[in-house]
């Protein structure tokens, strides 16, 4: 017999986490190279739509974040080109302007202080989902990190631009990382930026599994214990992190410039 068999799924767990801490080691990268690899996994996975959304992370000095340059797509973004900016949108490091609609992000900043990362994409399932008015849902083991993590902007404030739009997804998002912003997109925030990058991925990848299953019929409902249970067995830095390093070895080949 395995002595394996011995232990109960907890046990299991538990040795299985410390493995993980272990053993997932990963390639470390500076803020500017995973900001910018992360726009490059971005493209591949779908999440372009032209010289739409944002992705930022803090700076080092409180009021400050790095984001791309408008007028330049997630493809072609290196960590040599992005600039560094204020809470005013005023250029710190770097040549270029931000996209302006980057000032909502200064909001969320300010009302949370665990988010370091924020990435607004137009992906196409998630951007379809949110024409039709209901929340995304959370039916799947794959992406159960955003279980009960999701909330849903249902009234679509208009362009992203100004202090109201700021306050109202701010105050929508509340503690949660994700939200669905109705005849708009999909936003993800995380602790950092593999965490935020990830559930990036994960959003894109329910809301096209979620438009396919209510096209065959009713979606059924997690049981709340075992989707909590998911959430914490995927969604840990450790994984987040080994799931980062595994997109940058997928996309690094064709995308190595970005690093620079």
């Not at 710190?92 to 665990?114: Q, T, V």
């Not at 990830?198 to 019929?217: H, V």
Request: contains cysteine; glycine residues 6%; negative net charge.
């Amino acid at each position: 017999m395995f002595k394996s068999s011995l232990l109960s799924k907890d046990e299991i767990v538990k040795k299985s986490l410390s493995d993980m801490e272990e053993h997932l080691n990963v390639r470390e990268w500076d803020i500017r190279q995973k900001l910018a690899l992360t726009c490059r996994i971005l493209f591949m996975m779908g999440h372009d739509s032209g010289l739409a959304g944002q992705i930022t992370a803090r700076g080092a000095e409180p009021g400050t974040w790095y984001t791309q340059q408008l007028g330049l797509g997630f493809n072609e973004i290196k960590a040599s080109n992005l600039l560094l900016v204020n809470d005013d949108l005023e250029v710190i490091e770097g040549d270029g302007m931000p996209n302006p609609a980057n000032r909502f992000h200064s909001w969320l900043y300010n009302k949370r202080k665990d988010i370091n990362c924020i990435i607004h994409t137009h992906p196409f399932n998630s951007s379809t989902l949110s024409m039709l008015g209901v929340p995304l849902i959370i039916s799947h083991m794959d992406v159960c990190p955003l279980y009960d993590d999701c909330a849903f902007l249902e009234k679509w404030p208009g362009i992203p631009v100004g202090n109201e739009e700021g306050k109202i997804i701010s105050e929508t998002l509340g503690s949660k990382k994700t939200i669905l912003l109705a005849h708009h997109g999909q936003l993800s925030t995380g602790e950092n930026i593999e965490e935020a990058c990830n559930l990036a991925i994960l959003f894109e990848r329910a809301a096209k599994m979620q438009l396919k299953a209510m096209s065959a019929g009713i979606i059924k409902e997690l049981d709340e214990c075992l989707a909590s249970e998911a959430r914490k067995w995927i969604a840990r830095p450790v994984r987040h992190k080994a799931a980062f390093a595994y997109y940058c070895r997928r996309f690094m080949e064709e995308h190595a410039d970005c690093i620079n």
